[in-house]
């Protein structure tokens, strides 16, 4: 059974449009992260949740924002797409923040049109 | 801060040979290394993960990767590679002290018939 579901997998956006994804895990675990990879590139932290702390890495752009409504679930806003936001976006858990195994999602693809 | 360097963005192999996929660490505290796999439009699948006990470790489908402080490497093996191992890999460090995983960009690998 899947544990971190992501929702769509695939997502078409307009230019400008604010679009949401979303992610959420049966594992209870505390710490939720989401990536952001683009075309042949590693994955790139934008940032994570530590159960409602919130941590956002220093070159995430202000148009990437987050939620977390409780334990299960985990929101990506991206406010105003632009063509170079198109990329796989990838939600991660794990149960703490350190050295423990993180268990990714299958991803949500987005195109910006 | 830990980083992970990837040599070889692509590696071909003929089914059957010998897969080597190497990875070096930088890391100024003990670090956790970790191997991902990952298919076409697909989230990451944890393949190993060394977290300072046995320096040889054993994964799912037959990968195995071996901790080499002296050489700050984490290099991944199979014996021999089967057509369903074409997929991207990555490596990826964090440390008992980290708060998130860091990437190495990939290697994606080939298995030709």
Known sequence: DAMVIQNPRYQVTQFGKPVTLSCSQTLNHNVMYWYQQKSSQAPKLLFHYYDKDFNNEADTPDNFQSRRPNTSFCFLDIRSPGLGDAAMYLCATSRNLVFDEAFFGQGTRLTVV | ?113
Not at chain 2, 2 to 8: D, I, K, N, R, Y
Not at chain 2, 20 to 48: A, D, E, I, K, T
Not at chain 2, 80 to 105: I, L, R
């Open chain 2, 1 to 113: 801060a830990q980083s992970v360097t990837q040599l070889g963005s692509h590696v071909s192999v003929s089914e059957g040979a010998l897969v080597l996929l190497r990875c070096n660490y930088s890391s100024s505290v003990p670090p956790y290394l970790f191997w991902y796999v990952q298919y076409p439009n697909q989230g990451l699948q944890l393949l190993l993960k060394y977290t300072s006990a046995a320096t040889l470790v054993k994964g799912i489908n037959g990968f195995e990767a071996e901790f080499k402080k002296s050489e700050t490497s984490f290099h991944l093996t199979k014996p021999s590679a089967h057509m369903s191992d074409a997929a991207e890999y990555f490596c990826a460090v964090t440390t008992n002290t980290g708060n998130q995983f860091y990437f190495g960009t990939g290697t994606s690998l080939t298995v030709i018939p």
